[in-house]
């Protein structure tokens, strides 16, 4: 049997096996043709594995060390005829053979009807052993507020067309993919958290590009305030608000010189999220540009911090086992 796997958004797959080396494909590959189609069925039961669809999938043969920019456009679409007025939208990326480290990303939200959403899961992958290796798109739904009128079945959400998924040529070897070990938490009272915090070598001439991906919770109800973190616990308990939360991201980067202190200026990038009380999880996502200085004191180091802020309304929690930052050639 193949050994099975659970993703960050909570799917439950198994990983493709190892395929015998072959020649060669091109460097860089994409898919946007469904393998088993774009409808993703919300009415099903959580644990009924045909609620996960896999939509995307890309074969290609790597040398082992090489890193790999694993990324999906996912526009997420529930019609205008769903019976229920919500469905939760899920996307997962993972590739195999797993590497230890850095193998998946994933993208939660509630839909509600005749809306969309873009989800952007992406990371750096290592290859860790030549041969071919398998990036798939799988994807699923959930009933967050079940409708006692129409068809059940009715309710589906669709992967629309300009979604994607695609793997680059190979990348510099100071490309990375970061992540964090803490446990989830909430914010609240204009608290502020930052769960990623390195020092990476980075060596790109002029420019390099920064993401800065994250899952958060607004606490409009108990459920879905837990994570693998959480040790079981629903963080919104006693927390319940119909405000909505809006949230602040800060992504910071600063060039260091030899005795680690900063050499440059501190480049910042800040964006606000608001996340509405039907909404309830929402994706923030980040992609900025760091320009590399070039004065003679500056090495190739830089000190890397994602921070997230209460700004106001509902208590918010952040999902850390979705934090994930990369270091990518611009």
């Known amino acids: 049997m193949l050994p099975?796997?659970?993703?960050?958004?909570?799917?439950?797959?198994?990983?493709?096996?190892?395929?015998?080396?072959?020649?060669?494909?091109?460097s860089a590959v994409r898919d946007a043709s469904a393998d088993s189609g774009r409808q993703v069925p919300a009415y099903r039961a959580s644990s009924d594995p045909r609620r996960v669809v896999r939509v995307f999938s890309v074969t290609f043969w790597a040398r082992a060390g090489e890193r790999r920019y694993v990324?999906?456009?996912?526009?997420?679409r529930q019609s205008r005829s769903t019976s229920d007025s919500l469905l939760m939208?899920?996307?997962?990326?993972?590739?195999?053979?797993?590497?230890?480290?850095?193998?998946?990303?994933?993208a939660t939200e509630n839909l509600r009807r005749g809306t969309s959403a873009t989800f952007k899961?992406?990371?750096?992958?290592?290859?860790?052993?030549?041969?071919?290796?398998?990036?798939?798109?799988?994807?699923?739904?959930?009933?967050?507020?079940?409708?006692?009128?129409?068809?059940?079945?009715?309710?589906?959400?669709?992967?629309?067309?300009?979604?994607?998924?695609?793997?680059?040529?190979?990348?510099?070897?100071?490309?990375?993919?970061?992540?964090t070990d803490a446990r989830?938490?909430?914010?609240?009272?204009?608290?502020?958290?930052?769960?990623?915090a390195t020092v990476a070598r980075v060596h790109a001439r002029r420019s390099f590009e920064l993401t800065s991906d994250h899952k958060v919770t607004t606490c409009s109800a108990v459920g879905g305030s837990r994570d693998s973190t959480t040790i079981g616990r629903e963080l919104c308990s006693s927390r319940v608000s119909t405000q909505g939360t809006v949230v602040r991201l800060t992504v910071s980067a600063v060039q260091l010189d030899a005795r680690g202190s900063p050499c440059a200026r501190t480049q910042v990038f800040s964006q606000l999220r608001r996340v509405t009380?039907?909404?309830?999880?929402?994706?923030?996502?980040?992609?900025?540009?760091?320009?590399?200085?070039?004065?003679?004191?500056?090495?190739?180091?830089?000190?890397?911090?994602?921070?997230?802020?209460?700004?106001?309304?509902?208590?918010?929690?952040?999902?850390?086992?979705?934090?994930?930052?990369?270091?990518?050639?611009?």
């Open 71 to 76: 990324a999906a456009q996912v526009i997420a």
């Open 121 to 179: 899961p992406r990371f750096v992958y290592v290859v860790p052993r030549t041969g071919m290796v398998e990036c798939v798109l799988l994807a699923s739904g959930l009933r967050p507020r079940p409708s006692s009128h129409g068809y059940r079945s009715s309710n589906v959400w669709s992967v629309a067309a300009g979604s994607s998924l695609s793997v680059s040529e190979p990348m510099s070897s100071w490309a990375r993919s970061v992540e």
């Open 4 to 26: 099975a796997v659970v993703t960050a958004a909570g799917l439950l797959v198994t990983t493709a096996a190892v395929l015998p080396a072959a020649a060669a494909p091109p």
């Open 277 to 330: 009380a039907a909404v309830h999880h929402a994706m923030v996502f980040s992609k900025s540009v760091v320009r590399v200085s070039r004065a003679r004191s500056c090495r190739p180091a830089f000190a890397i911090r994602g921070s997230l802020e209460h700004v106001r309304g509902a208590d918010v929690v952040v999902h850390a086992p979705s934090e994930l930052t990369s270091i990518v050639s611009d």
């Open 89 to 106: 939208a899920s996307a997962s990326i993972i590739c195999s053979p797993d590497n230890g480290k850095v193998v998946r990303a994933s």
């Open 184 to 196: 989830s938490r909430v914010l609240d009272g204009q608290e502020r958290w930052t769960p990623i």
